[in-house]
């Protein structure tokens, strides 16, 4: 088990048998664990800081697993989503694995299966965090940079050598070195490779 102390498992399922035993499961295995019986009832307390990831029921009354999935993506959540299904529900689990849920477990489901999801859930939601960390702190770090430091760095993350990049601008290659030196600095990273990659993971990814 190796969660956050801030990542909490949230388990949504009206069938309060199996609901309790899964409480009783993860936080026997060391996992911190909020339940509700309903999609109603989560959405009530649901906040877009909460950090861990979600189990939830496909078929509930009144508002539907998939129906609270599909309005959790409205909300641009970032709970990674472990659907639970009974045999007759695996076409709309297959389904939401299509809009971007993690995966779905089929009752009755082993512990260890349960354990291995939720551990690949945590795991996969801790490594989106420090992504979107990542860039936002690369976006805040371009927005510090001057129109020509900008056109610089753009032609450096084409493969532009200095002298390419002055002839391009009509400078010196000893002023594009300055702006090279100043991009570096501001950006906070030490190689070449690592200015790149930095760049190129802070452009826009495609929403769920």
């Known amino acids: 088990m190796s969660a956050e102390p801030d990542q ?16 009783w499961l993860l ?24 950090i861990g990831c979600l189990v939830l029921d496909v078929r509930m009354p009144g508002m539907s697993g998939l129906e609270l ?14 659907f639970i299904t009974g045999h007759g529900d695996v076409p709309m689990a297959v389904s939401a694995l299509k809009k971007g849920a993690v995966d ?3 009752k009755p489901f082993s512990d260890r299966d349960m354990l291995g999801l939720i551990e690949q859930c945590l795991t996969t939601e801790r490594e989106q965090r420090a992504k979107r960390r990542q860039e936002a702190d690369t976006a805040r770090r371009l927005a510090q940079l001057t129109q020509r430091e900008r056109e610089v760095l753009d032609l450096i ?12 601008l009509g400078i010196s290659i000893k002023t594009v070195e ?6 570096m600095e501001k950006m906070g990273v030490h190689s ?4 790149v990659q930095h760049v190129v ?8």
């Open 8 to 23: 909490i498992i949230y388990v949504v399922d009206d069938d309060e048998a199996l609901r309790d035993s899964l409480v």
């Open 192 to 195: 070449l490779a690592e200015l």
């Open 104 to 106: 779905f477990i089929e």
């Open 69 to 82: 999935f599909e309005e959790l993506g409205r909300r641009r959540c970032t709970l990674p989503v472990i």
């Open 178 to 183: 300055v702006h090279r030196a100043r991009v």
């Open 157 to 168: 993350v084409v493969g532009k050598l200095n002298k390419q990049i002055a002839d391009v």
């Open 201 to 208: 993971s802070a452009e826009p990814a495609s929403p769920r």
């Open 27 to 50: 936080e026997s295995n060391g996992y911190r664990v909020s339940a509700y019986e309903s999609a109603e009832a989560f959405l009530s307390g649901y906040s877009a800081q909460w």
